[in-house]
Structures are given as C-alpha cells and as structure tokens.
C-alpha cells in the first residue's frame, strides 16, 4: 500500500449562500450518501505540420449530483427556492436557485481531504414514490446542479475558481469550516521594504550591515558625514531623517555633540520598513 493513494466516504457535507461581500455561514447538509462531481469542460485540438500543435482547454465547470437521505426544508429555500408560508413549503413555478458553495470531505488512506466547489446551483429532485413492500429499503433522494466557478483576487490578480481544497495537516484543515475558505484568502507576499546598503562617511556600524538588521550604533569625532542609504528593491522610496529633520540620501549631516539619531524608512507598494542608526559624535 505504501506511496498508493485511495480515497473512500463522505462526510461534514454542508453548504454556504453567496452574498455581495463573500459568504454566508456554512450550513450541514446531513445524511449524505454519494456526491459526484463530473466535469464538463471540453478540449479542443489544434493540428498544423500535420500533427496535434496545441490543445485549448474549455472554461471548467461540474455537473453535481447530491445524493441524500433527505434535503432539509431549510435547504430546499436557501437553495432551491422554496418559499415558506404558515410552517409549509410552497415551490413557485418560476423559481429561483440561488449560488451558494458546497463542502465536503471524503477519507483516503493517507490523510482527509476536505473539499469546496464554487457557482453552484442545483435544481429541484426528481420524486419517486412507490408502495411499502415486505422488505422496507430506506429512500434516498438526489438533486443535481452545476457548478461554474467563481472569481478572487489572488496576489492582486483576478482569476475564476471552481475548487479549493485541503488535506490532513495542513495549516487551513482545522479551521476549515469556521468559514468558507478560498484561493482568495491567500495571502498576498509583503513588497520588499529592505535595504541593500546604508553608510555614514567612512564610519563603521555595529552590528556590521545585514538586510534583516535594523537597528545600530556608530561613534564619530567628525564634524559631519554624508548618509547614503539604498533600498534592496528599486521600486521601493527611502526617507531619511537625523534627529526628525529630513535629509536626502547623499546628503551630508552636521552632529551635534552627543546623540544624534539616523532614521531611515523605505516604503513599497503600502508597506513599510524602518532602520535606526545611532550615532554618538565624541
């Protein structure tokens, strides 16, 4: 069995609406038997010097069939369109499913998966009803709908999803269903705010330089030093001030006697660094 996986089960099957600004809270969808999911999507082939050149992928969607012990009746309106009227349940001839996300989990023999597909809707059952028999077998019900996607921003770009999942030991398993997770909450990487370089005339700093080091001393008997100061990425700015009043990179500074204090800010895309130098003129 060793390096083969295989998957088996389904369980914590439970959906959640979409809203204008995310999703709702998820909702349990009990007594599920069996979810497929069969995709839809096409391929299309492009043949030149007489041979397969390039094959496009269509737009991926699912065809969904839920399988049920039974849909709650708070399902069947949240999804569905059911309106209730006096504790009943009415369907309106024009009803109206509304998107919402799925989640569920299925077991392997190497770690739970849990699983959520989006742009959902479904559409109403197909309803059998046959006579008791001898042999009583439970009923179950199947609704079936599809699944087209929806769109996050993902590092700042836009893209369409239709599946985001997570396994056993993964850092979003265990909260996974405090909320409907998504590509989206990706978090996006911080913009460089570092240094590649900072000097004070000839004087030398304490620590010695180091990008990941903010923060230093340095002694002078000089009566003034040029500050030079420069940012690890080229699209970042650098602020430097000597005792709160700003002073341009490559400028030259005049100590007073005692403690002056070097600050220097870089800023990139919104985010910011900051490194102290201290200097004591003797």
Avoid: C
């Amino acid at each position: 069995m060793a390096g083969k996986s295989i998957h088996f089960g389904v369980s914590n099957a439970r959906y959640a609406l979409e809203t204008e600004d995310g999703f709702g809270p998820w909702k349990r969808l009990p007594g599920a038997v069996n979810i497929n999911l069969e995709p839809q999507e096409s391929q299309n082939d492009f043949y030149a010097d007489n041979e397969l050149y390039f094959t496009a992928n269509g737009a991926a969607s699912d065809q969904v069939t839920i399988e049920l012990a039974d849909l709650p009746d708070e399902a069947k309106v949240d999804l569905i369109g059911y309106e209730e009227i006096n504790g009943d349940l009415a369907l309106p001839v024009n009803y109206e499913a509304k998107p919402f996300v799925l989640g569920f989990q299925y077991e392997g023999n190497e770690s739970a998966i849990r699983v959520n597909v989006f742009g959902g809707k479904l559409k109403r059952s197909t309803e059998s009803h046959g006579t008791k028999t001898e042999t009583t077998e439970p009923q179950t019900v199947s609704y079936e709908g599809k699944f087209s996607g929806k769109t996050f921003v993902v590092n700042g770009e836009e893209k369409a999803y239709l599946y985001y999942s997570t396994k056993t030991g993964k850092d979003n398993y265990a909260g996974w269903w405090d909320e409907v997770k998504t590509p989206g909450d990706v978090a996006e990487a911080a913009a460089d705010t570092t240094l590649s370089a900072i000097t004070i005339g000839s004087l030398t700093l304490t620590p010695t330089f180091s990008a990941g080091v903010t923060t230093y001393t340095a002694t002078t008997e000089n009566a003034s030093d040029a500050i030079t100061a420069t940012a690890t990425d080229e699209n970042a700015t650098v602020a430097i001030s000597v005792g709160g009043v700003s002073v341009d990179s490559g400028d030259t500074v005049t100590w007073s006697e005692g403690t002056n204090v070097v600050s220097v800010i870089v800023t990139n895309d919104g985010d910011t660094g900051a490194y102290t130098v201290v200097v004591t003129k003797e």
